[in-house]
C-alpha cells in the first residue's frame, strides 16, 4: 500500500517563501506521476504541479509557474514543492498525489485510482 506523507507546511507572510516535501512508501511503479495539489475553502481541487517518475518531466500551469517549482529525489522517494512570494489567495490545504502511469501529469489530474496524502496546511498573511 503506498503512503504519502507531506510535511513543511505553516504560516507565513506575504512575499514569503515555503517548501513542502512528499514522501512516499510502500509499493512503486515503473511509471508513475507525483504531484502536488491545493484546495482553498470553498473552491475546487487545483493542480499545480507534477512530475513523472522516473523521467523527471514536470508540468506546472501558467498561473504559478514563475513562483511554484517541483523537485523529485528518486533515491529518497521523495517531491518537494518550493513555493516562491507567496500570496494570500495561496492560503489552502496542499496535497502530494500519485498516480498509475504518466498520462495524467501533462493534464495535472489524478485518476480514481491515485494515492493521496493527509494534506498540510499553509496560510498566508497579508
Known amino acids: 500500500q503506498v503512503q504519502l506523507v507531506e510535511s513543511g507546511g505553516g504560516s507565513v507572510q506575504a512575499g514569503g517563501s515555503l517548501r513542502l516535501s512528499c514522501e512516499a512508501s510502500g509499493m512503486f511503479f515503473r511509471n508513475a506521476c507525483m504531484g502536488w495539489f491545493r484546495q482553498a475553502q470553498g473552491k475546487e481541487r487545483e493542480g499545480l504541479a507534477t512530475i513523472t517518475v522516473p523521467g523527471g518531466r514536470t508540468y506546472v500551469p501558467d498561473s504559478v509557474k514563475d513562483r511554484f517549482t517541483i523537485f523529485r529525489d528518486n533515491a529518497k522517494n521523495t517531491v518537494d514543492l518550493q513555493m516562491l512570494s507567496l500570496k494570500p489567495e495561496d492560503t489552502a490545504i496542499y496535497y502530494c498525489?500519485?498516480?498509475?502511469?504518466?498520462?495524467?501529469?501533462?493534464?495535472?489530474?489524478?485518476?480514481?485510482?491515485?494515492?493521496w496524502g493527509q494534506g498540510t496546511q499553509v496560510t498566508v498573511s497579508s
Open positions: 498525489a500519485l498516480d498509475y502511469g504518466t498520462a495524467n501529469c501533462a493534464t495535472l489530474r489524478m485518476s480514481d485510482r491515485a494515492y
